[in-house]
């Protein structure tokens, strides 16, 4: 078995002694190189790594707020048949760094923010994780410019390299 597969089927079965961990799908500034990079933010706080398990897309509409994207998920995105799709990744986290990527995100128990924390099924190689997802209101977007093809980092790095 190379590392690569050896990599997932662990990220899958998250048998870690300590912590099993949960799954995060993550498409703006929590994927890999961003600015809120999950693996960079796991690191600041003194936690376990997060553990990458793929590339994948989630039924949904992605916006473009100027620093950050926010998804609007679509009402089909649990069955594959939406009409849009939001590239992200998939890792498995540490408990742990779960109330850090809500601090990130701005998701405060009991308080009304722009971004919420939400589960969604989320197929990824091959196999379906529970995710942990921070999706935005369709009230959020309103005027907003959509990101036709839900992929932010794509977006951003074109954006931000036409504007130089």
């Keep these: 078995m190379n590392t690569a597969t050896r990599d997932r089927v662990d ?3 998250a048998h870690d002694s300590q912590d099993e961990g949960v ?4 498409y703006g500034t929590l994927r890999a190189g961003e600015i809120n990079d999950v693996s960079y933010a796991a690191e600041r706080h003194g936690i376990e790594a997060p553990v990458y398990v793929g590339t994948t897309s989630l039924g ?6 100027g620093d950050y994207p926010g998804m609007v998920l679509d009402a089909t995105a649990c069955d594959g048949h939406s009409a849009g799709r939001v590239t992200g990744d998939v890792y498995r986290i ?4 779960v109330p850090v990527l809500d601090e990130i995100e701005a998701v405060y128990p009991g308080e009304a923010g ?6 969604r099924e989320v197929a990824c190689d091959g196999a379906t994780y529970a995710c942990i997802v921070y999706p935005v209101s369709e009230s959020a977007v309103h005027a907003l410019p959509q990101i036709a093809d839900g992929d932010w980092v794509k977006y951003r790095r074109a954006r931000d390299a036409n504007a130089a």
């Excluded at 799954?23 to 993550?26: A, D, G, K, L, R």
């Excluded at 949904?60 to 707020?65: N, S």
């Excluded at 540490?94 to 760094?97: D, G, P, Q, S, W």
Aim: no cysteine; net charge negative; charged share 20%.
């Design 114 to 119: 722009l971004f919420v924390r939400d589960m």
């Design 23 to 26: 799954y995060v799908f993550v």
């Design 11 to 13: 990220a899958h079965d």
């Design 94 to 97: 540490a408990t742990a760094l």
């Design 60 to 65: 949904g509409r992605l916006y473009d707020f």
